[in-house]
């Protein structure tokens, strides 16, 4: 089978879910039940969902004894790089989020010194009140043969499990850390579209550890001689193959080294699939990381600022303060485009692509929130708020069009900052090694 025939057969088989199409069922297949060792029968259903992609839902039910298993596995891709969720829980509501864990995923409660290790535990999505149950059902297994041959052992992790009993009931406050290398886990946001101060995400560049784990095979890049002719270069388009983000049918994607006038030089990529008709644009800084970090400040006085042109950073993070509204970095990747594309696309991933906008997850109340953010965006693009657009980037290589170049821009304002050790750190700047590294380590 060809590499098209098979991405064909498995855009076919992953479907969205939908309950007017017959034809997609989950398929049944007799297992052996691992409780009381007679035949079961288990449902597969392969299916995606929003910000997951691709998964296998699969249920698990025994005639005999009764038992039932549910648990889902990622279909789709690994990540470019890895995420960790740090949420500090404080409310009964907090328990309510929901949770995507894949199996490559860590989960750790620091305050009761408790993690459960990756690979340890099939992928669930659940709530974090989940979770926590799943994590005390685990510990009380075994509680019964414990008692039996070590009543002291049985004795602290029965302690221990009215300790997460507590947690479960929100009686205290604690810390849950979910680390990913794969990068396909999440944790909900409710407060969307305003910023969770609860709830930090963080991206990170796996360790050949991670992606040994992983069963990832990372060949080494040798190095190529480039032309010294570095004008044919910035004439020429390159193109590679790869597969579509959103069918994983193959793909060209385009490649160009543009210069942005009074800014830099930048490399702009484009994907374009033939088989769903999706596209897709991203930009990397053809630079290096600046020295200081860049906050650009503009205040939106009329509606022919939508046109100005924008880049945005894979490392940058969008302020709307009139909106109480922040995006993160990666949020939507790099981008060169205009004002008004990127507030469309924040308009996109907030409202219109929110996983949590349609099945058990749907509240009236998060709707209505949802929509009258759609509806202020509209506004913005329409000159009718009087807002400040704020892009924060720390490695220097985002940019705002200054329409009155060579002269300063009066609705404009550029500050340069030093970046904190949490920024050079989350950037992987504070390992590395500009200066003898050619040298062995003492």
Known sequence: MSVIEEERVRGGVFKDINADDEDHQPTVIESLCMN?????????????????KEIIISSFTCPHCNWTNTEIQSAGRIQEQGVLYTLQVKTKQDMNREVVKSDSASTRI??????????????????IEGLLERAVAGLEQEQPIRKGTDPAVAEKIDEFIQRLKKLKEAEEEFTLIIDDPSGNSFIENPFVPQKDTALSVTYYNRTAEHNAALGIEVEEKQDEKTGDDIDA????????NTNCPECNAPANTNMKLVQIPHF??????????????????????GGATEELGTRITLHLTDPSDMSRDLLKSETCSVLIPELEFELGMAAVGGKFTTLEGLLKDIKDLIVSK????????????RAGKLELFGRKIDKI???????????DDPTG??????VYAPDPDPEMKIEKYTRTFEQNEDLGLNDMKTE??????A
């Not at 340890?120 to 659940?126: A, C, D, I, N, V």
């Not at 490399?267 to 999706?278: E, L, P, V």
């Open 264 to 285: 830099k030089e930048v490399i702009i990529m484009a994907t374009n699939c033939d088989s769903c008709g999706h596209r897709t644009n991203e930009v990397k800084s």
């Open 233 to 240: 270069m910035r004439n020429e388009v390159l193109v590679f």
């Open 397 to 402: 290589n985002s940019y705002i069009q200054n």
């Open 36 to 52: 009381c060792y007679k035949n079961g029968s288990t449902r597969l259903l392969f299916t995606k969902i929003p910000f997951f």
């Open 110 to 127: 620091p305050q009761l010194d408790f993690e459960i290790p990756p690979f340890t535990q099939k992928g669930s999505l659940s709530t």
């Open 381 to 391: 693009m329409a000159g009718e708020m009087d807002v400040h657009i704020i892009l």
């Open 436 to 441: 003898g590294y050619a040298e062995k380590s």
């Open 354 to 365: 929110n996983p949590f906008m349609c099945g058990d997850s749907f509240t009236a109340d």
